[in-house]
C-alpha cells in the first residue's frame, strides 16, 4: 500500500479550509527567511501559497544573507508583539553567523507553529503537547488516515534530530507505542529496524534503508530528501526493493512533505483559536 501523503494533506486543507469559514477568525501566519538559498524559497512560497488556498492570512519577513542574529532576533521580536501575527515561521536553516538556538528560543510559545520552542518540546515530552513539528505530527496524521495501529506497535525511528526524530520518538510514545531511536552511534542498526512494526527514517541518506533492514508487512515512512547524481529527488529508502517487503509505505515526492505543510496550516489555525479562547470568545 502506498501512503499517499499528498492526498491526504487535500482533504486535510480542504477540511481545514472549511473551519476557518466556519470560525469566524482570520488566521496569520508569519515567516522570517534569512539569505537567498533555493530551496529554503521554494519551501516558502509553498507554504504561502497553502495559506492563500485555506484562508490564512501571510506575511514574509525576508532579511539579507549578512544578517546578524540580533536583526533576526529583532525581526521576530516584532511579530512576537504583533497582536495581528497568530503564527511564527523561522525558515530553517539560518546562515552560519546566526546562532539558531537564541531564535528558535526566541519566538513566543504561543505563536510557535513549528513546535521548536523547549516549552513546546517539553509539552510533548510531557505526554501534553500543545503544538508538535510539523512533519512528525504529518507522520501520525497519514498512519490515522490510513488506519495503521500504532498503540502496541514496535517503532523504530532513525535519526535523532530536534526537528524529526527527538519529536517522532515522543509522539510515538503518547500513542503507547514501543519506541527505539537508531543513529549514527547505534550498534548492528539491521537488527534494530528489522525488528520495526512502523519505521521511520530521517537521516538524509541516499537509500540507506535497505529492503533487508526491514520486516515483511511493516509500514516505512521515509523522510529523507537527498538527490542522485542526476539530480532526481529520493528519500532514503530504496523504495523500489523495500516496497516488496513492505506491508505499507512512503513515496518521495508526495509522501510525508505535503503533510508537513498540512500540519502547519492546522497549527496556525489552533493558535489563531487559542488566542481567541484567551480573548475570550467562545469557539
Avoid: W
Amino acid at each position: 500500500m502506498i501512503l499517499d501523503g499528498k492526498a491526504v494533506s487535500e482533504k486535510r486543507l480542504e477540511i481545514l479550509k472549511e473551519r476557518i469559514e466556519e470560525s469566524g477568525l482570520y488566521p496569520r501566519l508569519a515567516t522570517v527567511i534569512v539569505g537567498e538559498d533555493p530551496g529554503s524559497k521554494l519551501y516558502v512560497r509553498m507554504k504561502h501559497r497553502a495559506c492563500e488556498r485555506v484562508g490564512i492570512g501571510s506575511i514574509g519577513v525576508e532579511l539579507p544573507e549578512g544578517t546578524t542574529t540580533k536583526e533576526v532576533l529583532e525581526a521576530v521580536g516584532r511579530l512576537n508583539s504583533d497582536p495581528d501575527i497568530n503564527g511564527i515561521l523561522v525558515q530553517l536553516p539560518l546562515p552560519a553567523q546566526i546562532d539558531t538556538t537564541r531564535v528558535i528560543d526566541a519566538v513566543a510559545p504561543g505563536k510557535d507553529v513549528d513546535g521548536f520552542h523547549p516549552y513546546n518540546l517539553g509539552r510533548l515530552l510531557a505526554g501534553d503537547p500543545v503544538f508538535a513539528p510539523c512533519t512528525p505530527q504529518g507522520i501520525m496524521t497519514i498512519l490515522e488516515e490510513y488506519r495503521i495501529p500504532v498503540s502496541g506497535a514496535r517503532a523504530v525511528v532513525v535519526g535523532r534530530s530536534i526537528d524529526v526524530g527527538r519529536p517522532m520518538a515522543a509522539l510515538f510514545l503518547n500513542a503507547d507505542a514501543t519506541v527505539t531511536i537508531c543513529h549514527s552511534k547505534t550498534k548492528n542498526i539491521e537488527d534494530e529496524t528489522r525488528n520495526a512494526d512502523i519505521l521511520v527514517s530521517a537521516v538524509g541518506r541516499l537509500r540507506f534503508i535497505r529492503p533487508e533492514m526491514v520486516k515483511t508487512g511493516a509500514t516505512v515512512i521515509d523522510v529523507g530528501i537527498n538527490y542522485d547524481e542526476q539530480g532526481k529527488l529520493h528519500g532514503d529508502v530504496d523504495f523500489e526493493g523495500v516496497r516488496e517487503r513492505a506491508g505499507a509505505i512512503t513515496p518521495v515526492p508526495g509522501g510525508v512533505g505535503p503533510m508537513t505543510i498540512a500540519t502547519l496550516m492546522e497549527n496556525t489555525f489552533k493558535a489563531a483559536r487559542l488566542e481567541a479562547c484567551y480573548n475570550g470568545t467562545v469557539l
